[in-house]
Structures are given as C-alpha cells and as structure tokens.
C-alpha cells in the first residue's frame, strides 16, 4: 500500500497561492504517474494536473496558465503550485497515483491522499 501525505492547503485570498506537496512512501516513486484531483462541494471530483514518470504534464483547461505540477523524485514528492487563485478554486485536493500517465488522464487512481483543503475567498 503506497501511503501519500499532503500538505500546504489552507486559506488565500483571490490572487494569491499557495503550493501543495505530497509525499509518497514508495520505493519507486520515479517510476510513478503522479495527479491532483479537487471535488468542490456539490461538484464531480475532477483532475486538475497530472505528471508523468517522465516529466510530462497535463493540466485542466480551467487552471492553465495558474496551477504548475512538477516532481522532485529524491523527495518522492510531487508538488502543485497554485497562483492567481479563484474562488471557484476551492475544494479539496487530493494526491493521486497511477499506474500509468494515460491511466490517470482516463480517470483511473490506485492510490488516493487523505485530501487537503483548499479555500479562496475574500
């Protein structure tokens, strides 16, 4: 069982940022498709970033440009770097994993985080 441990969620006014880190207890952490998912209240979870063993990325169409995911494998912690937060950016965030990139891109998780809340407002 891979283990994942979120941290950084909080609360941030419209425009600010914040980062969200997730460390995973694994020995092959690089070899891992890594994902955010968010599921705000009343709404379907939904991926927000994802980032493969190679360092591909994808990010939904509604944080482009905003949200940055990247990895650092000595740390086996994948990171989201959120700046120009919204409101509509409230929800919480969940680490993923995996088994492949496109997997995570088709909705398929193996593992979850225990999620970490995120609130923007004013």
């Known amino acids: 069982q891979v283990q994942l441990v979120e941290s950084g969620g909080g609360w941030v006014h419209p425009g600010g940022s914040l980062r969200l880190s997730c460390a995973a207890s694994?020995?092959?952490?690089?070899?891992?498709?890594m994902g955010w998912y968010r599921q705000a209240p009343g709404k379907q979870r939904e991926l927000v970033a994802a980032i493969s063993s190679g360092n591909t990325t994808n990010s939904a169409d509604s944080v482009k440009g905003r949200f940055t995911i990247s990895r650092d494998n000595a740390k086996n912690t994948v990171y989201l770097q959120m700046d120009s937060l919204k409101p509509e950016d409230t929800a919480v965030y969940y680490c993923?994993?995996?088994?492949?990139?496109?997997?995570?891109?088709?909705?398929?998780?193996?593992?979850w985080g225990q999620g970490t809340q995120v609130t923007v407002s004013s």
């Open positions: 694994t020995s092959i952490f690089s070899l891992m498709a």
């Open positions: 993923a994993v995996g088994a492949t990139f496109s997997s995570l891109l088709r909705g398929t998780v193996r593992y």
